[in-house]
Structure formats: structure tokens, C-alpha cells
């Protein structure tokens, strides 16, 4: 599970959002590494995003893994026990290399097809909204008329939810979209202005700014600017988005690399991963509890200009988030 995003707002304007992404791949990694619906605590996170569906030819919501509905029974069941917590269907990925919004924001016909089948779709399985996962509009095939169509998306489903809540006497379901941090990306990719205020909330993907498709060891997710980071939260406000609807990403995982030399500091020359985990199974990416296995014999660091640390054993090098690091951030943001 992956804790993705915690509202940081400015004061005066506070939230209670602890928003949580669990993946549907996670089921198979062995071992105590095994994490399915069943190993939430459902009173830890105020939001569960499910991870991942996506889109067939007919522009409707699909599954991808075999047993996804019987994980989403198992997840909506937790709002037995947990009558507050909320349930989002995160909806994207990428079919034959490409991402199927493509298709879906083409034409009013395909956008319409695709709310009223994810309104269907949410309420026969007890879901509470969902969470566009398009990474990114406008890049990666997409062409550039995609930033105004994937406004028109946001716009066109948030009616249809206020008309669908009015229609059938139900809670209005939830809108949230992941989007990214990089400022190049974001000015191409979105009408933040035109956007946001249909929004309930926008979980911000302020991690993998680094990985081990650098040459250099960096970070994966630190806190303040550097030479290579945008400050992408007060990007994201300069351009209209209201700090109560922002969520920062904390990833509950590190970026790893290969050192290949004897410098061992952040910065030091780097040639691929580091060995993947013996969970995740994943070259380039360690999960936390990896992490805690990995720092008893390792050496750890923390980069004061970002208030992250790092660690390294032998040719190892791993950026990660911590306790500190979190909290940190937390005040950092509350404080700015």
C-alpha cells in the first residue's frame, strides 16, 4: 500500500484528508510482502484509491486483474466497520503503450459513453468517485488539443455526478485526478484554472522526480528546490488550484541506484538500479519495509537542503522518506 497523499494546506484553510493507494499488483509479491483489501486498517486513511482499472475500445470501464471485483467487495466492505472512510476507483494506465484517454476525450460521444459508464460502474460496485489516473495529457502520444479536452472531461463528468446525485438521491460521487510535478508537464498538460474548482481533490505526484534513469545518485521525493526540482505545490496555487483541494504525494517507497564509483554522497555517478527487492521484485524501486530491512547495515544520510535522507551500502544507494522526513514536509508546507 502506498501512501500517496496527505492535504498540506496553508493556514487558514485546513483539511482532514489522508488519502491511501493500494495496488492491485501488490497480491502477488510473496511472503509477507503479500498486501491485499484484507490488510487495510480501515480507520488509517480517510480515502482508499484502488489502482488500477482502465479502459476498453467501447469507452467503459474495465478490470485488469482477474479477481478486481472480488478485491473491490473486500475493500468497499471495510466502510462496514469504518462507516467515514471512503472508496475512489483509480481509472488509466496505458493499452498497447498508449493511454486509453486518448480515446475517451476524442469526441463528446466517447466523453459522454465514459461518464455514464463510470457512474454505472462505481455505484454497482460501492465505490465513492473516482480518480483519473492520465499521466499526462498531451504528452506521450497524446496530442495537444488533449489538455482542452481533458478540461472538457472534468467539466462534463462533474455535472453528470451533481446530476446523477440529484437523480437518484445518492451522495454526489467523488472527483480527484492524479497530475503531475514537473513544471514543463503541467503548463502542457492542464487548465489548472478551468479544472480545479471541479475537483474535489488533486492528488499531486511529488515523487520520482529521480531514479535510476539519472546518471547521477538524487532523490526521489524531496521537500525543497534544488538545481533539477520545481517547487510544484506553489506552482500549482500560482496557477489557480485552491490549497484545500491539494494533496502532496508521500511515498511510502524509496529510488534506487547502482554507485559507480567510490563516491557514495547524493550527486555520485550511478549506472542503473541497485538489486530489486526481494518483495516488489522491481529494478529501480524498493518499498519501505525494504528500506528498514536494508538501513541495519547501511550507512544513512540526510540532505539538509531537501530534509531527506538517503543510504548506502556497498554499490546500494537508496532515496527514501521517513518519519521525519514526513513530518517535515508537513511543516515545511503548513509553514510557507
Known sequence: MVLSSLCLCPPPVSSSKLVCHMTNWAQYRPGGGRFTPGNID????????????????????????????????QLNA?????PDLKTLLAVGGNVNGMSPFIGVVSTPQNRAAFI??????????NFDGINLAWEYPAHNGSPLDDKRRFTMLVQEMDKAFVDDAKDTRKTQLLLAANVASSRPVIERAYEVNQIAS??????????DYHGHWDA??????????????????????????????????????????????GNSGLGAPANGPADAGP???????????????????????WIPDQEVPYATYGSAWVGYDDPLSFSTKVRGLQMS
Not at 60 to 67: A, P, R, V
Not at 78 to 82: A, D, F, T
Not at 223 to 247: F, H, Q, V
Open 42 to 73: 480501515p480507520f488509517l486513511c480517510t480515502h482508499v484509491i484502488y489502482a488500477l482499472a482502465t479502459i476498453n475500445s467501447f469507452n467503459q470501464i474495465t478490470t485488469i486483474e482477474w479477481n478486481d471485483e472480488q478485491q473491490f467487495a
Open 78 to 82: 471495510l466502510k462496514r466497520i469504518n
Open 116 to 125: 455514464r459508464s463510470t457512474i454505472s460502474y462505481l455505484r454497482t460496485h
Open 198 to 207: 471541479h475537483l474535489d481533490f488533486i492528488n499531486v505526484m511529488t515523487y
Open 216 to 261: 547521477v545518485t538524487s532523490h526521489n521525493s524531496p521537500l525543497y528546490r534544488s538545481s533539477m526540482d520545481n517547487a510544484t505545490i506553489s506552482l500549482w496555487l500560482a496557477l489557480g488550484a485552491p490549497a484545500n483541494k491539494l494533496l502532496l504525494g508521500l511515498p511510502s517507497y524509496g529510488r534506487t541506484f547502482r554507485l559507480s564509483t
Open 279 to 301: 518483495y516488489t521484485r522491481t529494478p529501480g524501486f524498493w518499498s519501505y519495509y525494504e528500506i528498514c530491512s536494508f538501513l541495519p547495515g547501511a550507512i544513512s544520510a
